[in-house]
C-alpha cells in the first residue's frame, strides 16, 4: 500500500532528524574511538537491523549503539543505547516513550556492569509527560520540539508544518520542494544551533558517561596475597589458575574483588567460592548482539 502524502511528509522530517543526530553522534564516536552501530552492513552481526538481546533471550532493535573495541567484525562492550523518534501529535507520544524504555531498559540490565548510557532523541510533538517519564528513568533525552522545527525549515523557505486536515496538494508541494532543496547540511547546522543548549547537555552527559573505564581489577583470596591486575581478563586467569599456596592445608574462606575505574568509583563483591566469582567477573567482559 502506498504511504499516503502527510505520512511521507513526517518520514521526511523524522528521518532528517535522524541523520542530523547520526553525523553528531558518528563525530562523537571517533572522538572518543568508540564504534557506533547504526542500520546497516556489519560483518559482527545477522541483517541491517542493529538488535541487542536481553538476559532473557529476547532480541530488541535500536537506532544507534556506541560500543568500546567494537569492530565492523567483533561485537564491543556497550557504552550506549540510543532510540530516536519523531511524532507529530501527543496522541502517539506516550506509547512511543513507553515502546522505548520496553526496548532499553531490558538491556542495560542485561549490561549493568558497563553502566550503560541511556539516551533518547525526540522530535516534533511529545507530553511532558513522556519525557519527565523518560527523565525519571535514567533516559538523557534531546527533544527537538515541533515548533523549533518548523523554525529551522522556514529559515530555508519551506513550510514544514501541517496538520491532520493539511491537503493533499500541500504535501505535494512540500515533498517536492524537499527533493529539489540542495542545502539540508546547512539547514541541520541550523537546527542545532537552535537547539544548542540542550544538544550540548546531551553530549556533555554521554561524555560523562562513556569516559569511565577500569583501570584496575583486585582480586583478593582470603588466605592468599593480594593481586592487583589491569583488566578482567587477567583477573579471571588468575582465578582460573589458582592453587592453595600453603598446599591446601588451609581452606579457601572467600574471594574479595575490587574494580575501579577512572573517574574514582568502584565496584566491590565477596563471593564464597571460584564459580560465582568467575561469573561476577565475566559479566563485565561478554557482551552479547544477534
Not at 22 to 50: I, N, P, S, T
Not at 174 to 187: A, C, N, P, R, V
Not at 202 to 231: M, P, W
Request: glycine share 6%; hydrophobic share 35%.
Amino acid at each position: 500500500m502506498a504511504k499516503s502524502p502527510s505520512h511521507k511528509w513526517g518520514q521526511i522530517i523524522g528521518d532528517f532528524l535522524e541523520l542530523t543526530f547520526e553525523k553528531e553522534l558518528a563525530k562523537f564516536a571517533r572522538k572518543h574511538k568508540l564504534y557506533l552501530d547504526q542500520r546497516g552492513e556489519r560483518k559482527a552481526r545477522k541483517g541491517k537491523k542493529v538488535s541487542w538481546v536481553d538476559s532473557f533471550g529476547n532480541a530488541h532493535d535500536l537506532d544507534f549503539v556506541l560500543e568500546r573495541n567494537g569492530t565492523n567484525s567483533k561485537i564491543g562492550s556497550p557504552v550506549a543505547f540510543i532510540e530516536s523518534a519523531w511524532r507529530r501529535y501527543t496522541k502517539h507520544s506516550r506509547n512511543k516513550a513507553q515502546e522505548i524504555q520496553g526496548a532499553i531498559l531490558p538491556l542495560v540490565a542485561t549490561h549493568r556492569n558497563y553502566a550503560p548510557f541511556m539516551g533518547v532523541v525526540l522530535g516534533g510533538v511529545f507530553t511532558q509527560g513522556a519525557i519527565t517519564q523518560l527523565k525519571s528513568l535514567g533516559f538523557d533525552v534531546l527533544y527537538f520540539s515541533y515548533d523549533t522545527i518548523v523554525k529551522a525549515f522556514s529559515k530555508f523557505g519551506i513550510d514544514a508544518s501541517f496538520e491532520e486536515n493539511t491537503p493533499t496538494a500541500e504535501f505535494d508541494k512540500k515533498i517536492l520542494q524537499w527533493e529539489q532543496f540542495e542545502d539540508k547540511d546547512k539547514l541541520a547546522k541550523y537546527l542545532l544551533r537552535l537547539n544548542k543548549g540542550q544538544v550540548t547537555s546531551f553530549f556533555e552527559d554521554l561524555e560523562k558517561c562513556v569516559s569511565r573505564y577500569i583501570i584496575s581489577v583486585q582480586v583478593i583470596a582470603l588466605h592468599g596475597d593480594s593481586q592487583e591486575l589491569d583488566s578482567i581478563q587477567k583477573a579471571i586467569d588468575f582465578i582460573e589458575s589458582y592453587s592453595n599456596p600453603t598446599n591446601g592445608k588451609l581452606p579457601l574462606v572467600k574471594y574479595e574483588i575490587t574494580i575501579k575505574y577512572n573517574n574514582g568509583d568502584k565496584v566491590e563483591g565477596t563471593f564464597n567460592g571460584k564459580d560465582d566469582t568467575l561469573e561476577f567477573l565475566k559479566s563485565y567482559s561478554s557482551p552479547i548482539a544477534k
